[in-house]
């Protein structure tokens, strides 16, 4: 049944576009804009977010590119999320570079470790070169393992991902007696 509704709902975006897809809106948006809205977005974030799945949707079925298992709102709720959790995650590493202290020179400033704030930066940089690069390639630039073992030169995935996971505890343990008011946001 649900093969029927899914294939009944693309062929009315093919037949009948417009009223298809204020139907999907209807149906699908004001759960984009109540996901969105409890994780510290507004409701210019859901249209935009909302808008750029819905293209995504369209695009995939014009060009049959597009097998659904889900319904069309489950499938649209996947992205959006998705893209939001992107959308987050572009905003915080832009906040963290926007807080960098910068000289004259422009140049980062060290920061001082009698300082009451500190950043969570300083403590990956005490870690060593090693763990610095998977832990920032991987959390900051979004690289996958199979990059990182590739650019460290271990021989496989796992070999990364033990070693990501072994810099992670190092810090942990390096942070653990800070609370969280004593982290710079």
Known sequence: MMSTQRLSMDA????DRERTLERIYAKTYPMVRHYVKENRGTDEDAKDIF???LITYYEKVVYDKLTLTSSVSTYLMGICKNLWRQ???KRARKIGLMDAPVDEVGEEVAVDDEQPTATLMAFVEQLGETC????VN???F???LEQIAEQRGYRSVRSATVQKFKCLERLRKAVSHLSVDQFKL
């Open 12 to 15: 009315a975006l093919l037949i």
């Open 51 to 53: 808008q750029e799945a």
């Open 87 to 89: 959308e987050l995650g």
């Open 132 to 135: 610095r690069s998977i832990l």
């Open 138 to 140: 991987f959390y900051y």
């Open 142 to 144: 979004g690289h996958r």
